[in-house]
T-cell receptor, first 114, second 114 residues
Framework: DGGITQSPKYLFRKEGQNVTLSCEQN?????MYWYRQDPGQGLRLIYY???????QKGDIAEGYSVSREKKESFPLTVTSAQKNPTAFYLC?????????????FGSGTQLSVL | AQSVTQLGSHVSVSEGALVLLRCNYS??????LFWYVQYPNQGLQLLLK??????LVKGINGFEAEFKKSETSFHLTKPSAHMSDAAEYFC????????????FGSGTKLNVKP
């Protein structure tokens, strides 16, 4: 079945540590996204990528980094510069190519600070 | 940037009663609008999408939404609530100049009482 796989489901970060969240899709989608979800705040865009080897900052990119070396993969690194990383992180993809199509979401990663 | 406002972070209805979840957008030009549903600890799934073809949009699970340009609204309704409808609902809008970018409301949690 086609879809988006996020791993791990739960992740714990120690102070000063960088952690990487994995996102893989087999939908052949061009566009991929990372959202952060905090209770009562909805989804906020961290980074998005419309094509391989290219990505743009979203509204809350500080303290995060991404790469898009392969069409299928869009990993997110939460760096030590992100002082409040505890949140539910959602990866999504869409067909892209300037077409207004729906987002497909993964099942999320819950990141907590030890 | 676009913005989406969802009135009411929590809505409670009895089983069989009408469901009404409110969404207003800020845009001088009618955007593309979406409603997504999220069940606990999962990603989001598309309920329905407005793309200017028709002002009344029917979605999955008996939900529908009506686009009203004069009110800049896109409220979600369902005639008769079911226990399985208990979830969090998000309204979203696509960026006017970049269809690959989306903005989400803060979400409304729907509780269905037996």
């Amino acid at each position: 079945d086609g879809g988006i796989t996020q791993s791990p489901k739960y992740l714990f970060r120690k102070e000063g540590q960088n952690v990487t969240l994995s996102c893989e899709q087999n939908l052949n989608h061009d566009a991929m996204y990372w959202y952060r979800q905090d209770p009562g705040q909805g989804l906020r865009l961290i980074y998005y990528s419309q094509i391989v080897n290219d990505f743009q900052k979203g509204d809350i990119a500080e303290g995060y980094s991404v790469s898009r070396e392969k069409k299928e993969s869009f990993p997110l690194t939460v760096t030590s510069a992100q002082k409040n990383p505890t949140a539910f992180y959602l990866c999504a993809s869409s067909i892209g190519q300037g077409r207004n199509e729906k987002l497909f979401f993964g099942s999320g990663t819950q990141l907590s600070v030890l | 940037a676009q913005s989406v406002t969802q009135l009411g972070s929590h809505v409670s209805v009895s089983e069989g009663a009408l469901v009404l979840l409110r969404c207003n957008y800020s845009s001088s030009v009618p955007p593309y609008l979406f409603w997504y549903v999220q069940y606990p600890n999962q990603g989001l799934q598309l309920l329905l999408k407005y793309t200017s073809a028709a002002t009344l949009v029917k979605g999955i699970n008996g939900f529908e939404a009506e686009f009203k340009k004069s009110e800049t609204s896109f409220h979600l309704t369902k005639p008769s609530a079911h226990m399985s409808d208990a979830a969090e609902y998000f309204c979203a809008v696509s960026d006017l100049y970049n269809f690959n970018k989306f903005y989400f409301g803060s979400g409304t949690k729907l509780n269905v009482k037996p």
